[in-house]
């Protein structure tokens, strides 16, 4: 309702797709030796592939809303999501070449890694769907391909103490021109 709204009244917004796969995880990885899919003895590169979709609501030019969820495989080759909603602010505006940086909140969840044999509890809420609801943030580079799309690159959390990178695509409703030498024009 919110983006209906918000698309009704002319304000920027835009919606975006992205893969991912590669990360890495800076916890304790107790459970690394029982990861399936690592790419390194020690679990600290994480191959987790999979897709995070987003839509974004700017309230000016440099302030946005971002509702972001991720879907992908984790290293126990089980299904995990990333719920995220974050407080976005643009950095810069150069040319076709912008940087944000967002800070929210996001919960964690993953089929449950009870079941695995030799499993050493990390910290989240346990059940069918084990989850984990902590402070996120993300940092995102984007670049202008045209009028209403960009091409987007993120490093975002994949997980409580994990960040992963984001290849992606952000399509625009609207898009107001900042009216400055070095800025295509979006009128």
């Known amino acids: 309702m919110l983006c209906i709204s918000a698309l009704m009244c002319n304000a920027q917004s835009n919606i975006s797709a992205a893969l991912t796969g590669l990360g890495a995880d800076f916890g304790d990885r107790e ?3 029982l990861y399936k899919i690592k790419a390194d003895d020690n679990g600290k590169i994480l191959v987790e592939p999979g897709i995070r979709l987003g839509a974004e609501l700017y309230a000016n030019d440099f302030t946005s ?15 995990a999501f990333t719920t995220e909603l974050m407080l976005r602010f643009r950095l810069f505006k150069i040319y076709k070449h912008s940087l944000s940086i967002g800070f929210g909140g996001a919960a964690f969840y993953r089929k449950t890694w009870q079941d695995i044999e030799g499993y050493k509890d990390d910290g989240y809420k346990n059940g069918t769907l084990q989850n984990k609801v902590l402070p996120t943030a993300e940092l995102e580079y984007n670049y202008v391909i045209s009028k209403k799309n960009d091409l987007s690159f993120a490093v975002t959390h994949f997980g409580p103490k994990a960040v992963g990178f984001a290849v992606g695509v952000k399509h625009w409703f609207s898009r107001k021109s900042s009216h400055c030498n070095t800025c295509p024009s979006f009128h």
């Open 31 to 33: 459970n690394a030796p």
């Open 65 to 79: 809303l971002k509702f972001a969820q991720t879907i992908r495989m984790d290293c126990m080759k089980k299904a």
